[in-house]
Nanobody, 116 residues
Framework: QVQLAESGGGLVQAGGSLRLSCLASGSNSRINVMAWYRQAPGKQRELVADITRSGTTNYADSVKGRFTISRDNVKNMVFLQMSSLKPEDTAVYYC??????????WGQGTQVTVSS
C-alpha cells in the first residue's frame, strides 16, 4: 500500500507562485506515474500534470508554460511548481500515483486559492 501526503497549498494573489509537494510512503517501489489533479467547486476532477519514472511529462493545456511538475525518485516525492497563478486555478489539488500494476492511490488533497 502506498500512502500520499501533500503539502504546500494556501492563499496567493493572482500572478503569484506556490509549490506543492507530495511524499509517497509505504510500498512505493512499484510507482510508475506520479500526477497532480485538481477539482474546483462544482467541477469534475481534472488532470493538471503527470510525470513518468523516466521523467516524461504531460500537462493540461490550461497550465502549460505556467506549471512545472518534477519528481525525486530517491525520496519518492513529486512536486508542482505553479507560477503566474490565476483565480481559475483555485481548486483542491490532489497528488496521485499509479503503480506498474495499474493500481492508483490518491492523496487527501490540498487547497489552493488564488485571489484576484
Amino acid at each position: 500500500q502506498v500512502q500520499l501526503a501533500e503539502s504546500g497549498g494556501g492563499l496567493v494573489q493572482a500572478g503569484g507562485s506556490l509549490r506543492l509537494s507530495c511524499l509517497a510512503s509505504g510500498s512505493n517501489s512499484r510507482i510508475n506515474v506520479m500526477a497532480w489533479y485538481r477539482q474546483a467547486p462544482g467541477k469534475q476532477r481534472e488532470l493538471v500534470a503527470d510525470i513518468t519514472r523516466s521523467g516524461t511529462t504531460n500537462y493540461a493545456d490550461s497550465v502549460k508554460g505556467r506549471f512545472t511538475i518534477s519528481r525525486d525518485n530517491v525520496k519518492n516525492m513529486v512536486f508542482l511548481q505553479m507560477s503566474s497563478l490565476k483565480p481559475e486555478d483555485t481548486a483542491v489539488y490532489y497528488c496521485s500515483v499509479r503503480t506498474v500494476f495499474e493500481t492508483v492511490t490518491w492523496g487527501q488533497g490540498t487547497q489552493v486559492t488564488v485571489s484576484s
